[in-house]
């Protein structure tokens, strides 16, 4: 479990603050992702990067702003959030886009 | 575009019984990737079983085996002697197999949530 790491693990955060998810990767992969997952509905993609390059924007969005400085590390940015972005949010990586993912622990996000 | 549909939001089984669930999906691609995912409560979702639709085989790890069938479009898991530590909730995922990016995205169900019986 300690392949993908990410924290925090819980934030509760006001609509109005500016809060930062983090995600780390120590599994020497290129590719990195967001998802988000709410209760009864199928996990979303948010953002892949591939070479820290953005590779996709899944209709995110401009609220969450992803950022991926190197290949290891991968944050979203979040400002203005809604109550309706509470959920949990999954980073993953793979050694590259066509190979499997490997999921962090996830960091559950309540907007108040 | 891909879709994905678990229909057992819930499933309960008896600790060293067998149990399988469901998983469909729909695709006018002739190859592509299917996998189970597990998801323990408070836990990171790791991958359980992936089988590539080219190949005719199923997929067997350990206690946990699928029945794939293509012209169906029907990717069931089969876990067998259950134990505790199966509970879970475990997604059912699709993925095409092309190109980078968008084409490789992880298509997710919405998940069964397996309890397991002591």
């Known amino acids: 479990e300690t392949g993908v790491t990410q924290t925090p693990r819980h934030l509760v955060m006001g609509m109005t603050n500016k809060k930062s998810l983090k995600c780390e990767q120590h599994?020497?992969?290129?590719?990195m992702y967001w998802y988000k997952q709410s209760a009864k509905k199928p996990l979303e993609l948010m953002f892949v990067?591939?070479?820290?390059?953005?590779?996709e924007n899944n209709s995110v969005p401009s609220r969450f702003s992803p950022e991926c400085p190197n290949s290891s590390h991968l944050f979203l940015h979040l400002h203005t959030l809604q109550p309706e972005d509470s959920a949990l949010y999954l980073c993953?990586?793979?050694?590259?886009?066509?190979?499997?993912?490997?999921f962090g622990p996830g960091t559950r996000l309540t907007v108040l | 575009a891909q879709t994905v549909t678990q229909s057992q939001p819930e499933m309960s089984v008896q600790e060293a019984e067998t149990v399988t669930l469901s998983c469909t999906y729909d695709?006018?691609?002739?190859?592509?990737?299917l996998f189970w995912y597990k998801q323990p409560p408070s836990r990171q979702m790791i991958l359980v079983i992936r089988?590539?639709?080219?190949?005719?085989q199923n997929a067997t790890e350990n206690r946990f085996s699928v029945n794939f069938q293509k012209a169906a479009k029907s990717f069931s898991l089969k876990i067998s002697d259950s134990q505790l530590g199966d509970a879970a909730m475990y997604f059912c995922?699709?993925?095409?197999?092309?190109?980078?990016?968008?084409?490789?995205?992880?298509?997710f169900g919405t998940g069964t949530l397996l309890a397991v019986q002591p």
């Open positions: 993953a990586s793979s050694q590259d886009v066509a190979r499997e993912q490997f």
């Open positions: 599994l020497g992969h290129n590719a």
């Open positions: 990067y591939s070479l820290e390059e953005r590779v």
């Open positions: 695709t006018s691609e002739s190859d592509y990737y």
């Open positions: 089988q590539e639709a080219y190949k005719q």
């Open positions: 995922a699709y993925r095409s197999p092309y190109g980078g990016g968008a084409t490789n995205k992880l298509i």
